[in-house]
């Protein structure tokens, strides 16, 4: 009977032993996306970035990198499953499609009040759903697009290094005079590198300066949710299109056999392109040492307009679905506390979110961090419209048939226009 | 009472039960991921379909009337189409071509039969990531070769006018070893003696390939013309790895657009009817290769 006892004793201790470590040690999920995609998911690798909150609340943080291209997928697979992880470090663009499945969980309205009086403004765009209405919170470090050139370029073909190209007339000039080629009459060089081929998005996202600069936007109401119409079959839409057709076309100071434009600036094949500065900043030191690189905002349509470029940003988030949902606010919480703030951005070499954290060094005197802050102000992140992926979809597409002389320029904007609206009217269904 | 008794009797002395039990395994897995998938797709067409909030709203076939006026649906099966009618004649024919070559005795044979075969055990999407680069307008092998040879550079991948052409050729290297190992089967299973028998009777190398051997292949072609119309039907990683359906959806194709649908933009019910169309004009087009195929039947 003793032996039974011992016996029994034996098994059991394991399993109680196990089961009590388990419930000590809440694990928290936070899904982001592997890679070199974003510099600010790289930081999930470093075990010391979540260790103080590990010792201080008594949990584990497991950080779950996943491919990016499937990423959305996955999320939202796992979502259905309802087996998704508790945080989810998402790109700021994707935020709408998954509203329109209610799949997030939204920040507490104190909450949410309090960051917006605190951050920057840039910041506060980027947070602001509309009305105060907060779905996350961003990273610090956030991504906005601005012109890069290549001062060696510029000082070879005669031009001042340190005086950008500020409107569209001398946009294109500049663009010509940097133009190289061979004996052939081959284009060698570009003298601006245009993004065309790919997930339409990513064609979106690197015109986006010229279509809102022009007075376009994708949609009409960038804060609603449900509804509203496209908004770039128009004059401001036409001239966005047709800029960079005729720089194709009638300058021949571009072409379609320079697809990646952050790899045509690093390698010397492009003079400008205008996309994430942030993405520049990370890669020149390893793949271009040798590059003096420039910074600044994107050309404007005529002198004295205001530039417009694309502000985005990685989000943290917390969908609805979440097992430890709570868990996963007080975490999120302390990582976007105005000193985890200032810590990890003095660490990491990234922007601050937090107005108070902009007063202190060394983000004061950072001249890269300085001339982000230039640019910021004319930061607009993309509309929140529930059927944004298809209006970017549409946009994407008439983009592509334009420059690749697919269809005309009024044709295929009328056509995306179709495609846009439907897309916005059967996400609000 | 007795009868079913009987019949049950009967069946355990057959070891019918023990039959069963030993392809359950394989039943019920291909039922869970292949048969019950398949039946929730034909039933999510109908249906407009919200996975998260757990909503299902009957809508008849209005999924499929949005599908025939949506012009992004239209481009993807024209495109489709265009990528079958190419690929599985080129393929077969290509395949069968080297199947000849490959018939005959020479030095080294088995390492370029391997060679050539190679690229069907790859990885799509390994070999399509360094096809993209053998693409690149700037770097690329193929445009290196083009200007050696004093030819135009093309722009492969980066133009709508090439981009469906250069899908189609990395899919041809992908598959034609496929066929080839097949058609190379199909030969040597072909009697020595009916060759011997024309060669007697005076028929020369042509007459007797286009008289004896391509009649006795035809079952060989048959196979290979269905096989590669249902993989055809079913494009997807290449065209996501290499061009991702641009530029300007000229290399989109149903199954990619499909996948957009479902997980880009939450339309499970819509993609479900992209999907079960595509299923029902491959299930009819392999019908009707099938049905002509018999006429060409040979047994020997």
């Known amino acids: ?429 | 009472m007795p009868a079913i008794r009987r019949l049950v009797l009967r069946l355990h002395a057959r070891h019918v039960w023990h039959a069963y039990l030993f392809v359950a395994p394989i039943i019920i897995l291909f039922g869970a991921f292949r048969v019950a998938p398949s039946v929730q797709t034909l039933l999510y067409s109908v249906y407009r379909v919200e996975l998260l909030r757990g909503r299902f709203t009957f809508i008849g076939l209005d999924n499929f009337r949005e599908l025939l006026v949506d012009r992004a649906f239209q481009q993807a099966a024209w495109n489709t189409l265009v990528y079958v009618l190419v690929i599985v004649p080129v393929s077969a024919a290509l395949g069968l071509l080297l199947a000849v070559l490959f018939d005959t005795r020479f030095p080294l044979r088995e390492l370029f039969k391997a060679l050539y075969f190679a690229p069907m055990v790859t990885s799509t999407v390994a070999a399509a990531v360094v096809w993209w680069w053998l693409y690149n307008p700037q770097f690329g092998l193929f445009n290196a070769l083009l200007r050696l040879v004093g030819l135009p550079i093309q722009p492969w991948l980066m133009s709508s006018r090439t981009a469906l052409f250069s899908i189609i050729l990395f899919s041809v290297w992908k598959g034609v070893g496929y066929n080839m190992i097949v058609y190379l089967a199909g030969l040597q299973a072909i009697p020595e003696s009916f060759i011997e028998a024309a060669r007697i009777d005076g028929a020369g190398a042509f007459q007797r390939f286009r008289r004896i051997t391509l009649p006795l292949l035809a079952p060989t072609t048959a196979f290979l013309l269905i096989y590669n119309s249902i993989q055809a039907f079913q494009v997807f990683d290449q065209v996501f790895v290499l061009t991702s359906g641009g530029p300007a959806g000229s290399t989109n194709v149903v199954v990619l657009d499909l996948y957009r649908q479902a997980f880009e933009r939450y339309n499970f019910g819509y993609a479900s009817a992209e999907a079960t169309l595509l299923f029902v004009l491959t299930l009819g087009v392999t019908v009707v290769q099938y049905a002509y195929s018999k006429r060409f039947e040979v047994s020997y």
């Not at chain 1, 839409?237 to 300058?251: S, T």
């Open chain 1, 1 to 429: 009977m003793q032996r039974r006892n011992v016996l029994k004793l034996a098994l059991t201790a394991p399993l109680l032993a196990s089961r009590r470590a388990w419930s000590q040690s809440k694990t928290i999920t936070l899904w982001y996306p592997a890679g070199d995609i974003t510099a600010g998911a790289a930081h999930f690798s470093d075990k010391s970035f979540f260790a103080p909150y590990e010792a201080k609340a008594g949990v584990k943080v497991e950080a779950v990198g996943l491919d990016y291209d499937t990423m959305q997928q996955k999320i939202f697979a796992a979502a259905a499953a309802k087996n998704a992880g508790d945080i989810l470090f998402i790109d700021g663009s994707w935020i709408p499609g998954f509203l329109k499945e209610e799949m997030l969980d939204s920040v507490p309205d104190a909450r949410a009040k309090a960051w917006l009086d605190a951050v920057s403004p840039e910041i506060r765009t980027l947070s602001d759903y509309g009305k105060g209405r907060m779905w996350g919170y961003p990273q610090y470090g956030i991504d906005i697009y601005g012109l890069t050139w290549n001062k060696d370029h510029f000082k070879e073909a005669g031009l001042d290094p340190e005086k950008p190209p500020r409107t569209w007339d001398e946009f294109r000039d500049y663009a010509k005079k940097l133009t190289k080629r061979d004996a052939q009459g081959n284009i060698t060089r570009v003298g601006y590198a245009i993004r065309h081929v790919g997930h339409p998005h990513g064609i979106v996202h690197k015109h986006f300066w010229a279509i809102y600069g022009s007075g376009a936007s994708l949609v009409d109401d960038p804060l609603a949710l449900r509804g509203g119409k496209a908004n770039f079959n128009n004059d401001g839409g036409r001239a966005a299109l047709k800029l960079v057709l005729d720089m194709l076309d009638v300058d021949k100071s571009t072409s379609l056999n320079f697809p990646d434009p952050r790899a045509a600036l690093l390698k010397g094949l492009a003079s400008m392109q205008i996309s994430e500065t942030v993405s520049i900043h990370e890669r020149a030191p390893k793949e271009a040492p040798d590059l003096k690189w420039g910074l600044s905002a994107t050309p404007v349509r005529k002198a004295g307009d205001k530039p417009i470029t694309l502000l985005g940003s990685w989000m943290y988030a917390v969908p609805k679905i979440a097992k430890n949902r709570e868990a996963a606010w007080q975490l999120l919480e302390w990582i976007n506390t105005p000193e985890q703030d200032f810590d990890l951005c003095k660490k990491y070499g990234a922007t601050p979110r937090y107005k108070v954290n902009w007063e202190k060094e060394p983000f004061k005197s950072n001249p890269y961090d300085q001339a982000l802050k230039q640019i910021y102000p004319y930061g607009k992140p993309l509309p929140v419209n529930l059927g944004l992926n298809g209006v970017m979809d549409a946009m994407g597409g008439a983009i592509q048939k334009t420059w690749h002389h697919e269809a005309k320029l009024e044709e295929a904007l009328a056509e995306a226009e179709r495609a846009a609206n439907k897309a916005i009217a059967d996400a609000a269904k």
